[in-house]
């Protein structure tokens, strides 16, 4: 079993900037593609980024060129750098981690708030 630990998050007021980290308990993890989802009150649950083990990134149009997501292998962390923060972006952020060859995510993060004031 695979242990997400995250850390980071809380609350910043709208144009700020938050770093999310995402630890795991694995000497597999640079295998795996780790990704970011969010979950704002009332709403399903939306991705946010992924991370590819090829190192390939992709992002939600709504946080493209705003959010980058990074991982150090030697660390067996995945980062979700958050920049020019809106009020939209309030949420549970939680990290998400594949097996190599799984269709869904296998792993999951405990989740962290964010808060983005107006």
């Known amino acids: 079993q695979v242990q997400l630990v995250q850390s980071g998050g809380g609350l910043v007021q709208a144009g700020g900037s938050l770093r999310l980290s995402c630890a795991a308990s694995t000497r597999a993890f640079s295998s795996f593609t780790m990704a970011w989802y969010r979950q704002a009150p009332g709403k399903e649950r939306e991705f946010v980024a992924a991370?590819?083990?090829?190192?390939?990134?992709d992002y939600a149009g709504s946080v493209k060129g705003r959010f980058t997501i990074s991982r150090d292998n030697t660390k067996n962390t995945v980062y979700l750098q958050m920049n020019s923060l809106k009020p939209e972006d309030t949420a549970v952020y939680s990290c998400?981690?594949?097996?190599?060859?799984?269709?869904?995510?296998?792993?999951w993060g405990q989740g962290t708030q964010v808060t983005v004031s107006s």
């Open positions: 998400a981690a594949q097996v190599i060859g799984s269709v869904t995510y296998d792993f």
């Open positions: 991370n590819s083990w090829s190192g390939s990134t």
